[in-house]
């Protein structure tokens, strides 16, 4: 990537922002959606530094997205504020641009009409604007595709017309939406060290060169571990439903960093049994052996994939690190987090610190024939207390069998997450045979019967 | 085809919403009060016109009409145009307002367009006296109110389903609503338009010969056109002109298709937005012969370099401070008046509806001079029942011939377009022709009525048979030949379920073009004069000659009861068949 001199008007908006504020920042951020409200994202704090790359490190569904949208002003807290160089933000953030994880290209626009959005708006003589357009494009390597239509340019490519589009608006933030996720491996990894050479220049630059003008932090949204220490000054974990922040991690790693670097590699490490450890606070406390009859809250993922878990373990000598059983099943983390969360529920596994063994129902199960592995889930399953509960209920709506819209409704009123407890459950029962439904009329009764014919 | 073509997409929408019966019920009044308005300003129009144009039927003069016919069809085209961006883009910015007007739409086409036909076109007349302005502008709302409400709806999807990080680019980059459209909204939607648009543009031939000419009381009405020739060349038994006619007529609607929608429709899948090349794009031979064209090569490549000089900035240079003043400013104006303008809504709704009560008061239950609700009643019982039998007609012959040509590419071939040219001859303008020639072989007419109702509709379920056909996945057809299904056991287990989202539109669509063409099918005038009136009882010939004879009560009793009918029917069955297309029937899951 060449460093270039980009245009020379400088966006007036910018010059009267003191340095000492964050660019961008969030207090007591509330974000809940619909009605009856689900809370996306609570109580959250979080700065961008000038002159900073921060990252946003979480398993899917933590509300992420939601939190770079609010940030940049494109949805409205329900709580909380945002303040945009240290003043109360209204409408969109005047200082950012952003580069979306589906690209968002407008298909019918060339690619030099597509970075020419990015100036819309700014204060420019056109010869600055094409000037600025013309460097924007070179900076991203895409000279002599100015008058390409995004359909002829492959997934790499049309990203890099993101960036540079994003970048077209010399932002004082970029913010980027997890902007490797719809790419292959090999291209996500050229564009990543890419876009850490764009944040290393940037950050220089705010003492000499000024390659790339007005841009002082890069904000970047991730659900993988090395991208965030890979490219990040400090990096926000976050935790699921509803989202909030974990804890805030500085990263040391010295540039230029290497993947294989040992320092690089014990970051991760870090990072890892930190989040590790905020999901065993957060919730593996909160439900397994609730004694006092509390309605489970239960994460979703398939029975299949469960036992997938225990089948690992049991490979591996019955017992592993929880970082090498990531490493081993290639999950993401945060959905590795609920397999193993779902399967200490069920007493098929046992944590301990970092490590998950195989319990004796674990094993039972993994010995047993496959007629018999529903009558262990089976068993497991009613060690619950809101299988318990659903059963109860469905026995006393008589021989019809229970409506699947109220039993949803009255779960919803007893625990917050009623709705995707009962979806799980219900798909955990049935594969037990425990419970049977049917789809269309959604009534659901005890037994497995009506599907076995 | 008002009915038809939006019910089919509508309801799968309407499936997913809940509730909306009141809002239902309000829309249909505000509909109806308006209708009592208009037929109130029909019954006081009494003067004004009396001449019939002449309609030559020299061969010589065909081109002229031709040219005029094709003249109004644009016309309402560009009026239904026009509704469509206001309505659709209003719709799908305001949560409110996107309430009312959805549903809106879907009452709309199913009140029959020959309802419209006697208030509209007297109470333009009396606007307009003296002229034929009066009657040219009826003809053309009503052409209007064929292709509005398809296209408006279609516009309100494609808006609808334009991916949200599109507008997110837009607030980020400052683009304002005016360039937002522009920008996004109009390009974003520009397949779903012009693909509705061809649509409507050839539904709009469909009643040409009816609203060309027709009788309303003693007054008769014709306009020079391809299907006022049409008709009276019927009228008078000229077989020959006829056949002209009828070519000049496929002429046209072929010509339209092919030189311009079809291109249009080539042209638009720069605007797709998914970004991949889909494996069939649409195909045009005039679009190819264009690009291959040496000159138009050569000036494409200046503009090309013109174009490339020329682009840079698009920077607008004065940041909009104001707006957010404006906006108050509006807000503290607005409240009041639309507070007014809302009671004025409702007083007027009141009022029509008044009228409109007042209208059907004096109708009997049974009286012997005219009609009453029981021949109403009597007359919507026979035409569902000529429904129905036209639906189970249709499937019968049409699934199985849509199955055998979908399924062979090379039959699609040639098969294909052979049918989409007979589908779009509009039918009502070879009805009189069928008439005679079935009446002279003393075909009684009870049986010739749903004969005709067939053969406007039939079409529907043929071209959705079709693309069910194309569409049933491979390997399921492998599965069946591996297990060695017979061919019954094969179509219950395997075609007939994955053709079944497809059959429901098909059948939808053609519910609704059988039920409009009740009132062209139940009532044919096969010669000038009473004597040339061949009818049978339902609700399309209450409708027909109701317009015929003046009888306004009859005529808004009979449009009443088949919008009640037409709506609750769509909600209790049809909605119920698509939720279950959306869950059982779905080939995606």
Redesign the interface.
């Known amino acids: 990537m060449v460093s270039a001199q980009l245009g020379t008007t400088f966006n007036p908006e910018y010059l009267s922002m003191s340095i000492d504020h964050p660019i961008c920042e969030a207090r007591a951020l509330d974000v809940s959606f619909g009605s009856p409200a689900v809370e996306v994202l609570r109580g959250v704090d979080i700065e961008v530094r000038p002159g900073e790359t921060l990252a946003i490190l979480g398993p899917s569904g933590c509300g992420k997205s939601t939190l770079l949208?609010a940030l940049?002003g494109?949805l409205q807290p329900s709580g909380g504020e945002i303040l945009a160089n240290g003043t109360r933000l209204e409408g969109?953030h005047p200082g950012?641009?952003?580069v979306?994880q589906?690209?968002?290209?407008?298909?019918?626009?060339s690619v030099?009409?597509n970075v020419?959005?990015?100036?819309?708006?700014?204060?420019?003589?056109?010869?600055?604007?094409?000037r600025r357009?013309t460097e924007c494009i070179e900076l991203v390597g895409l000279d002599g595709f100015?008058?390409a239509?995004?359909?002829e340019l492959s997934g790499g490519m049309?990203q890099r017309v993101g960036i540079a589009?994003a970048l077209a608006?010399s932002p004082q933030l970029l913010c980027m939406d997890e902007p490797f996720s719809a790419l292959d491996v090999f291209t996500a990894e050229t564009l990543r060290s890419e876009v850490y050479r764009l944040c290393r220049e940037a950050d220089e630059d705010l003492d000499e060169s000024r390659a790339i003008e007005g841009l002082r932090s890069v904000l970047i949204i991730t659900h993988i571990i090395e991208e965030a220490v890979f490219l990040a000054d400090r990096i926000v974990v976050m935790s699921a439903r509803p989202g909030e922040v974990q804890c805030v991690i500085d990263n040391t790693v010295p540039h230029p960093r290497e993947y294989h670097d040992p320092a690089f590699e014990s970051m991760v490490r870090r990072l890892h049994t930190r989040i590790v450890e905020g999901e065993d606070l957060d919730e593996f406390d909160q439900v397994v052996g609730t004694a006092d009859g509390r309605l489970e809250v239960l994460p979703e993922v398939t029975m299949s994939e469960i036992i997938g878990v225990v089948e690992v373990l049991h490979d591996h000598g019955n017992s592993m690190d929880l970082f090498d059983l990531d490493e081993e099943t290639e999950e993401e983390l945060g959905r590795l987090l609920s397999l193993v969360k779902a399967g200490e529920l069920l007493d098929l596994v046992d944590t301990d610190g970092n490590r998950v063994s195989v319990t004796a129902a674990g094993t039972s199960l993994l010995g047993a024939e496959s007629s018999d592995r529903k009558d262990v889930l089976a068993s497991q399953l009613q060690r619950l207390n809101v299988m318990q509960w659903v059963i109860e209920q469905v026995s006393q709506s008589g021989e019809d069998g229970a409506d699947r819209e109220d039993l949803e409704v009255a779960l919803v009123r007893r625990q917050p997450h009623g709705a995707s407890t009962l979806h799980s459950l219900l798909a955990w029962a049935r594969f037990a045979e425990v419970l049977s439904w049917t789809?269309?009329d959604g009534t659901i009764t005890l037994g497995g019967a009506v599907y076995r014919g | 085809m008002a009915i038809g073509l939006v019910g089919a997409r509508n309801l799968g929408r309407l499936s997913r919403r809940s509730g909306g019966i009141l809002t239902d019920a309000l829309l249909l009044a505000l509909i109806l009060a308006a209708l009592g308005v208009l037929l109130l300003y029909g019954r006081q129009a009494t003067g004004g016109y009396h001449r019939a144009a002449d309609i030559d039927l020299s061969i010589t003069s065909l081109p002229g009409y031709a040219a005029l016919s094709l003249a109004r069809c644009l016309a309402a085209f560009v009026l239904s145009l026009l509704f469509t961006l206001v309505w659709g883009s209003i719709a799908a910015h305001n949560r409110r307002a996107e309430r009312i007007m959805i549903p809106a739409l879907d009452i709309l086409q199913t009140i029959p367009v020959l309802s419209f036909l006697p208030p509209v076109t007297l109470a333009l007349i009396m606007l307009v006296p003296g002229s034929e302005i009066g009657l040219e502008l009826a003809c053309i709302i009503m052409i209007f109110t064929g292709q509005a409400w398809n296209m408006a709806f279609g516009f309100y999807q494609s808006i609808r389903s334009i991916p949200p990080s599109l507008y997110e680019v837009a607030k980020i980059n400052r683009l304002g609503s005016v360039r937002t459209f522009l920008h996004i909204e109009l390009p974003g939607s520009m397949i779903g338009l012009v693909y509705n648009s061809m649509m409507s543009f050839a539904g709009g031939w469909f009643f040409l010969t009816t609203i060309e000419m027709f009788t309303l009381g003693q007054r008769d009405f014709r306009l020079p056109g391809i299907g006022s020739w049409l008709a009276t060349a019927q009228q008078e038994h000229k077989w020959g002109l006829v056949a002209v006619g009828s070519l000049a007529l496929i002429i046209l609607i072929v010509g339209t298709d092919q030189l311009v929608f079809r291109p249009l429709l080539v042209w638009a899948q720069r605007f797709k937005i998914e970004e991949q090349e889909s494996s069939q794009p649409p195909r045009s031979w005039i679009v190819s012969l264009w690009r291959r064209s040496p000159i138009v090569r050569m000036l494409r490549r200046r503009r090309d370099a013109r174009l490339a000089v020329r682009h840079g900035s698009q920077s607008s240079k004065r940041p909009r401070r104001a707006e957010g003043h404006h906006t108050a400013l509006w807000c503290g104006v607005l409240k009041p008046v639309r507070g007014l303008a809302l009671l004025a809504g409702a007083a007027a709704m009141a009022w029509g509806l008044y009228e409109l009560v007042r209208l059907l008061i004096p109708l009997e239950w049974s009286s012997n001079q005219g009609s009453g609700w029981g021949d109403v009643l009597a007359g919507l019982g026979l035409s569902f029942a000529r429904v129905v039998a036209v639906l189970v007609i249709g499937s019968i012959w049409t699934i199985p011939m849509g199955l055998i040509i979908g399924r062979s590419s090379r039959l699609r071939s040639w098969l294909g377009p052979v049918v989409q040219v007979v589908a779009s001859y509009p039918a009502p303008a070879y009805f009189v022709l069928l008439t005679v020639t079935l009446g002279s072989l003393g075909t009684p007419f009870w049986f010739i009525a749903p004969l005709l109702m067939l053969m406007g509709s039939q079409w529907y379920i043929l071209f959705n048979a079709m693309g069910g056909a194309t569409a049933i996945p491979a390997d399921l057809l492998e599965m069946s030949r591996i297990q060695q299904l017979g061919w019954w056991a094969r179509f219950r287990k395997v075609e007939a379920p994955a053709m079944f989202p497809f059959l429901i539109t098909g059948w939808v669509t053609a519910a609704g073009g059988a039920w409009n063409t009740t009132i062209v099918a139940e009532y044919v005038q096969t010669s000038v004069g009473p004597e040339g009136v061949h009818e049978t009882l339902g609700i399309g010939s209450l409708i027909a000659s109701a317009t015929d004879q003046g009888d306004y009560a009859v005529l808004a009793a009979a449009t009443l009861s088949l919008a009640v009918f037409v709506i609750v029917f769509n909600r209790l069955v049809w909605s119920r068949l698509y939720g279950l297309c959306a869950t059982r029937y779905n080939l995606q899951s």
């Open positions: 949208r940049c494109l969109v950012v641009s952003i979306f589906s690209f968002a290209l407008l298909p019918w626009l030099q009409d020419g959005l990015g100036v819309n708006g700014l204060d420019l003589t056109d010869e600055v604007a094409r357009i100015e008058h239509f995004p359909k049309k589009r608006r789809a269309e």
